[in-house]
């Protein structure tokens, strides 16, 4: 069974300052995609990352960062210098078998980050 | 970039009718589309998977016979909530996979108000 768990129900943080939100997966596939997306009042989920299973590099885009490590099942987001923008429910998701009729996309609970000016 | 438009944006409708919801991908053959409800403060739980031409496949606890879902072409997928009552009231998302780049494309979801 795939599993997603974002144990961090709510974040607030003042603005400027660094947050990370915590994924942790379980997975018995061997080929697995993970993603991240915003979904901000408005309801639409912006996607904002996929990794795949055998790509355990870091990746850094802009004031995003994604720490994925296979050894601890943890995908983990940080934002640096946070930003009232920025406020909104964070989701991490995880797919298996990407291939021939596709995975469904499993959503872990959310985290609601909440940046103050 | 793949687009999934999604209609209604928002639907109010009265206890005991039936409300459809469309999506339809605007750039891209979607061959399987997902089909999701939220509550709020909570997180999408996938209802549904709908495979172009064949009977979509329910998660566990979902009412196959109260939510129809259809996926007649490679571009439309419809849900209708038959015969609504206020505890179906929701957001109701969809996902389409574009194998072209790999990715899972959204709506912009509906939101369901039974009265």
């Known amino acids: 069974a795939q599993k997603v768990t974002q144990a961090q129900t709510e974040i607030s943080v003042v603005e400027k300052e660094d947050v990370t939100l915590d994924c942790v997966y379980e997975t018995r596939d061997t080929t697995y995609y993970l993603f991240w997306y915003k979904q901000p009042p408005s309801g639409e989920l912006v996607f904002l990352i996929r990794?795949?299973?055998?790509?355990?590099q870091n990746e850094i885009s802009g004031r995003y960062s994604w720490n994925f490590q296979k050894s601890t099942s943890s995908f983990n987001f940080t934002i640096t210098a946070s930003q009232v923008v920025d406020s909104a429910v964070y989701f991490c998701a995880l797919s298996a078998t990407l291939s021939g009729n596709t995975g469904k996309l499993i959503f872990g609970q959310g985290t609601t980050l909440q940046v103050k000016p | 970039g793949a687009v999934v438009s999604q209609h209604p944006s928002w639907v109010i409708c009265k206890s005991g009718t039936s409300v459809k919801i469309e999506c339809r991908s605007l750039?891209?053959?979607?061959?399987?589309m997902f089909w999701y409800r939220q509550f709020p403060k909570q997180s999408l739980m996938l209802m549904a998977t709908?495979?172009?031409?064949?009977?979509?496949?329910?998660e566990q606890g979902v009412e196959k016979d109260k939510f129809l879902i259809n996926h007649a072409s490679l571009t439309l997928s419809t849900l209708t909530v038959t015969s609504a009552h206020p505890e179906d009231s929701s957001f109701y998302i969809c996902?389409?996979?574009?194998?072209?780049?790999?990715?899972?494309?959204f709506g912009s979801g509906t939101r369901l108000t039974v009265v």
């Open positions: 990794r795949n299973s055998f790509d355990e």
């Open positions: 750039d891209f053959q979607a061959t399987t």
């Open positions: 709908s495979n172009e031409g064949s009977k979509a496949t329910y």
């Open positions: 996902s389409a996979w574009d194998s072209s780049n790999y990715g899972y494309t």
